[in-house]
T-cell receptor, first 117, second 113 residues
Framework: DQQVKQNSPSLSVQEGRISILNCDYT??????FLWYKKYPAEGPTFLIS?????DKNEDGRFTVFLNKSAKHLSLHIVPSQPGDSAVYFC????????????????FGKGTKLSVIP | DAGVIQSPRHEVTEMGQEVTLRCKPI?????LFWYRQTMMRGLELLIY????????DSGMPEDRFSAKMPNASFSTLKIQPSEPRDSAVYFC???????????FGDGTRLSIL
């Protein structure tokens, strides 16, 4: 059973516009969320994270929003650039001492973003 | 700073052969993770180490898979004997703390014929 879901396998956006990537989770024990970006033939690269005590975290063009009641988070990229074209993975983890098991990052299956010049 | 270094980048071998994947974590990181990525299952954690000690190997698919970390700067993931269904991209990652972001290597693309 997928605990972290990225329901859109792909997304195309015009350069300069906003990209919104979505992620849903089912495990209520998750309290720390991360976004990774992956280019072909490379490993995932950490992008931005958010703790469950916040509902928004911003880093330059990237903003992550967390809606705990809906168990939903989203990554906004504004403005989108062609270099942002990559696969974006959402990941989540529970507190180490939560009894939910050892520390693990659970990943979604990714959304492929294409930014069209 | 050098990132996580994995070798080889590509491995093609025949079914039944032993395969060894290698990883050098970022210096100073005390957590090391091995992942497998497939189209069907996405990125899955196989095992992770803290201070060279295996902490959770519940993701290791079966006894054919084994992982070691003899020191803080080196880890191996071994498959013996290998099977075609082991074909995947294997990633190693390291982190400087249990809740710190993980830094990934560029992976080993493994093909078992």
């Amino acid at each position: 059973d997928q605990q972290v879901k990225q329901n859109s396998p792909s997304l195309s956006v015009q350069e300069g516009r906003i990209s919104i990537l979505n992620c849903d989770y089912t495990n209520s024990m998750f309290d720390y969320f991360l976004w990774y970006k992956k280019y072909p033939a490379e490993g995932p690269t950490f992008l931005i994270s958010i703790s469950s005590i916040k509902d928004k975290n911003e880093d330059g063009r990237f903003t992550v929003f967390l809606n705990k009641s809906a168990k939903h988070l989203s990554l906004h990229i504004v403005p989108s650039q062609p270099g942002d074209s990559a696969v974006y993975f959402c990941a989540a983890t529970a507190r180490y001492d939560s009894g939910a098991g050892s520390y693990q990052l659970t990943f979604g299956k990714g959304t492929k973003l294409s930014v069209i010049p | 700073d050098a990132g996580v270094i994995q070798s080889p980048r590509h491995e093609v071998t025949e079914m039944g052969q032993e395969v060894t994947l290698r990883c050098k974590p970022i210096s100073g990181h005390d957590y090391l993770f091995w992942y497998r990525q497939t189209m069907m299952r996405g990125l899955e954690l196989l095992i992770y180490f803290n201070n060279n000690v295996p902490i959770d190997d519940s993701g290791m698919p079966e006894d054919r898979f084994s992982a070691k970390m003899p020191n803080a700067s080196f880890s191996t993931l071994k498959i013996q004997p290998s099977e075609p269904r082991d074909s995947a991209v294997y990633f190693c990652a390291s982190a400087g703390g249990i809740r710190k972001p993980q830094h990934f290597g560029d992976g080993t693309r493994l093909s078992i014929l």
